[in-house]
């Protein structure tokens, strides 16, 4: 009998390390978007703005050229599709982290009240990377469709163990160790140019366009958490007004009426875009639905202008320290950008 339970145990430890070693060899590694979230843990402290959202953040905010333009540190914590009540624990975690001055929140999740079709896929590039902590769990479990369950987040291998007959060369190569960053900063690069086409005007309107209850709590619980943090919320709308994802004028006027009653600066950057200069023929990479990098840049220039003028974010370049971290960081920016435009 003792002889059984001791086999049983080393067959039983031999499967977990067995698990424990292919686990980070299934995880994917080929795209950008689910490395958002683990790259942030590098970079955290002493930025004095945080970006929350969807791609609309990650594709459309540059820090670097915010660091450039303006001397503002700042962190894109975006991620694919990132709902609401995503944003709320990713910010809820930065605190633990730093204490930025601002937290800039795109207000486009506020129209679903509840997890989308692509929400499965969404939610483990937006949560896996993340580190694991109560507020991880929370995450999660706000988080997880129907068909989902908490033990393949907690045993990843239970997710993926399907790639074991899609495994490529970038598997095995980064294997135990990491890829190269994807994003500076958070931001996700793009430098194609890919011409938006002509419009018909805005889509037909859903049957339902308030917002729900459960986007305004969370987007209450995002407002609070600033306010006992000492940081200031700014709600923003990026461009563009894609017709796959169009924001109707009922959300305008609904966010415009939350940021009244509760204080908060508000920017629709759609209704800016003639005077940001974007050019829809050679400011998206696919045909309208985000900003590739010349457009991003744009707005960045942009909206930094108002983070520094209208919400008093301070130039830190004079700061010697951060100033050799950001100058670094902007070189980096710059080559990714000459070799992918090298690579088109």
Known sequence: MKKKIIISVAF??????????????????????????GEY??????NDVIFLGDCEVYETFIPAILWEEYGISSYVRGTPQQLIWQSYYILEETFKYEKPKAVVFNVYSLKYGEPTEQSKINNRLTLDSMRWSKTKIDAINASMTEDENFLEYLIPFLAYHHRITELNKNDFEFWFKSPPNASDSGY???TGVVPAKASDGAPKEPLDLDFSQTAIDYLDKIKNICDANGCELILVK?????PSYYWFDEYELQTEEYARKNGLKYYNLIEKENEIGIDWSKDTYDAGWHLNVYGAEKTSRYFGKILSEECGIEDRRNDAELSQRWNNNLRMYKERKETMEEEK
Request: no cysteine.
């Open 188 to 190: 996700l690069m793009q």
């Open 41 to 46: 843990y590098e970079s955290a402290g002493e």
């Open 238 to 242: 990026a461009p563009p007004n894609h």
């Open 12 to 37: 039983l430890f031999a499967i977990i390390i067995l698990i424990a070693l292919l686990t980070p060899l299934l995880v994917p590694k080929a795209i950008g978007e689910n490395r958002l979230t």
